[in-house]
């Protein structure tokens, strides 16, 4: 399998399942890679004891359905809400969520606590190692399935974008969503553009304003289905 931004790092894994059997299961499956290690194995409910000592680079986490407590879940321990300002440093732990339920609304909900990466409790092998790869280094991963259950969500979703032309979005700004929609981060957008980071900062927190989103991934659909950028 062909690694993404492959580094001779190891990747720390920590394992989050609600049953024995799913975790070994899940455990093995990491074991199968020689880039990434399994640092520990949990029930979900005892991750936020478990990430300050563990210090995992991602949280490869099963839930039969995202329900209210799995949003809870997410929002306290903080597995992968990072701020701007931190994106490309270390901080919290990317998280790889694996769930049964595709209600596109509880999806939505799931991406908004900063969940990196959305996939299907029956992926393949190789999705699933190659989603926790490009979670380590800050790129967001949705399954297919995923993505097509939230554009026909949004399709048929009142309008939330503004529609007054002070609050259309600059063609910087696009190029900006743009790179958003790469999973690029805020320095390498910064050497792309010629501009400093602080001011790729801006830009992003203007899309945010002006497209109603509360992350990166709810930025580039939204802005993917007003057609300012494809993705």
Known sequence: MQQIGAESRVIRVLVGATTIVMRAGLEALIASSPTLEVVGSVN???LAQTLESLQPDVVLLEWDEPDEDLLALLSTTAIDTVAIDDFEGPSAPASVLLISDWQPS???DVLRTGV???LPS???VSEILAAIEAAAIGLTVLHPDVTEALLMELSTAP???PTAPELALTSREIEVLGMLAEGVGNKTIARRLGISEHTVKFHIGSIFS????SSRTEAVILGARQGLILI
Do not use: E, F, G, H
Not at 210 to 213: G, H, I, S, Y
């Open 44 to 46: 979900p409910r005892s």
């Open 106 to 108: 509880a999806i939505a």
């Open 116 to 118: 990196r990466a959305v």
């Open 122 to 124: 029956d992926a393949r």
């Open 159 to 161: 309008r939330l974008l």
């Open 210 to 213: 002006k497209l109603n989103a």
